[in-house]
């Protein structure tokens, strides 16, 4: 079946560093991709997402390009806040399907240091 | 525009007990997500709901069922409380008219604990 497969973590970065989170999905067909933030005690915000090969999710700084050919989705940042701080999930939505069925990475965990 | 709600937000439970949590989506959205995050095993969809009617499910033992009312508002229940149920259960919400992506919007969770 379908999967996701981010880097583990925890990422511990300095304030202003670049940000790179690794992620790589496995699918039959062609799906939408995903990144989740969770904040502490919070359920997940979406913080970007792509529908098709070559889009690119931007937003608040954050970006992430749907590379079929590698079937990855990195979500990097130039420059990364404390406040940035939080559990950040690539997920997948399978094509051909409902949207309702996400299917999750296990999370990556970046903590910023001032 | 209020946010996804789930109540309630922390629940104990004893093992052998069933639970009903609930969830309202977003005015409009017809269509209701239930996921389970575990430590162990991350987040792992359980069912949606659209319209009334379970229109996916996830690989969970038949111990977990939800529905849907015609407001939309959703109910998902476990019955025969395991240890392994502790969790976070996390309902999303979303508008799905059609084939397009549509976001969708994570309540803030109910905690369960299984004692």
């Known amino acids: 079946g379908d999967s996701v497969t981010q880097m583990e973590g925890p990422v511990t970065l300095s304030e202003e560093a670049f940000l790179t989170i690794n992620c790589t999905y496995t699918?039959?067909?062609?799906?939408?991709l995903f990144w989740y933030v969770q904040y502490p005690g919070e359920g997940l915000q979406l913080l970007l997402k792509?529908?098709?090969?070559?889009d690119k999710g931007s937003n608040k700084g954050f970006e992430a390009t749907y590379r079929k050919e590698t079937t990855s989705f990195h979500l990097e940042k130039g420059s990364v806040q404390v406040s940035d701080s939080a559990v950040y999930f690539c997920?997948?939505?399978?094509?051909?399907?409902?949207?309702?069925?996400?299917?999750f990475g296990k999370g990556t965990k970046l903590s910023v240091k001032p | 525009k209020a946010g996804v709600t789930q109540t309630p937000r922390y629940l104990i439970k004893t093992r052998g007990q069933q639970v009903t949590l609930s969830c309202s989506p977003i005015?409009?959205?017809?269509?209701v997500s239930w996921y389970q995050q575990t430590p162990g095993q991350g987040l792992q969809f359980l069912f949606e709901?659209?319209?009334?009617?379970?229109?996916n499910k996830g690989n969970f033992p038949g111990r977990f069922s939800g529905r849907q009312f015609s407001n939309s508002r959703s109910e998902m229940n476990v019955s025969t409380l395991e240890l392994g149920d502790s969790a976070l259960y996390l309902c999303?919400?979303?508008?799905?008219?059609?084939?397009?992506?549509?976001?969708?919007?994570f309540g803030p969770g109910t905690r369960l604990t299984v004692t």
């Open positions: 792509a529908t098709k090969a070559d």
């Open positions: 005015s409009g959205h017809r269509s």
């Open positions: 999303a919400s979303s508008l799905q008219t059609g084939q397009s992506t549509y976001e969708q919007y």
């Open positions: 699918a039959t067909g062609y799906p939408s």
């Open positions: 997920a997948l939505s399978e094509s051909g399907r409902s949207q309702g069925n996400l299917i």
């Open positions: 709901y659209f319209s009334e009617t379970q229109r």
